[in-house]
């Protein structure tokens, strides 16, 4: 059975959204993918709702079975950690509102998933992306290629994956490995 995750790459500037269609042998096909873009002039108010509609298009149009978001982490900069944790809270109430079960993924979780390298950087990943779904030219802007990112990482993490790590490992491909290691990490961290 085909699962259609929807990817949100959450970020109050830009924020990317993606839907993927992935079979259970983990073959991904590109739905649909794009960026809500909110001008930095507008009121907070303003900005969220113009997120929070777009969101609820994509969530009526594209029926996801599950929602991935990016998991808000710590970074230097307050003010982009509160916008981009402001835009997480109502994409996540959007899928709630819909009874969409939301998963929450880690930037490590996520490069390692689709690139075999939690410390990858955004070309590399968006470049997996790429190759994973076929496309002819790479999704731009990386806020695209995160939000590609993050649907195939949770549907490779529900699929397969899941049935190899409760394994030990055995027949998981060496990016698997290293994405494990990478989830590990991240939950001793919380």
């Given amino acids: 059975m085909t699962l259609r995750v929807m990817g949100v790459d959450p970020g109050l500037t830009r924020c990317g959204l993606a839907v993927v269609d992935v079979e259970p042998n983990r073959r991904a096909t590109l739905v649909a993918v794009g960026v809500v873009g909110t001008p930095?002039?507008?009121?907070?108010?303003r900005r969220l709702l113009m997120i929070a509609e777009s969101v609820d298009v994509w969530l009526d149009t594209h029926s996801p079975a599950v929602l991935a978001v990016e998991r808000v982490f710590s970074q230097l900069n307050v003010s982009t950690v509160m916008g981009t944790a402001q835009a997480s809270?109502?994409?996540i109430a959007a899928a709630a509102r819909r009874g969409i079960p939301v998963a929450l993924h880690t930037p490590t979780e996520v490069k390692a998933a689709v690139t075999g390298n939690g410390q990858?950087?955004?070309?590399?990943v968006t470049k997996m992306v790429t190759k994973i779904l076929r496309l002819a030219t790479p999704p731009t802007p990386a806020d695209a290629a995160?939000?590609?990112?993050?649907?195939?990482?949770?549907?490779?993490?529900?699929?397969?994956?899941?049935s190899a790590r409760s394994q030990g490992g055995v027949g998981q491909t060496a990016?698997?490995?290293?994405?494990a290691e990478a989830e590990a990490k991240a939950r001793q961290r919380r």
């Fill in 89 to 91: 809270g109502v994409v």
């Fill in 175 to 179: 990016a698997q490995r290293l994405w």
């Fill in 40 to 45: 930095a002039d507008h009121s907070l108010d």
């Fill in 146 to 162: 995160d939000a590609l990112a993050l649907a195939i990482t949770h549907a490779w993490r529900t699929g397969t994956t899941s």
């Fill in 120 to 124: 990858s950087d955004k070309a590399a």
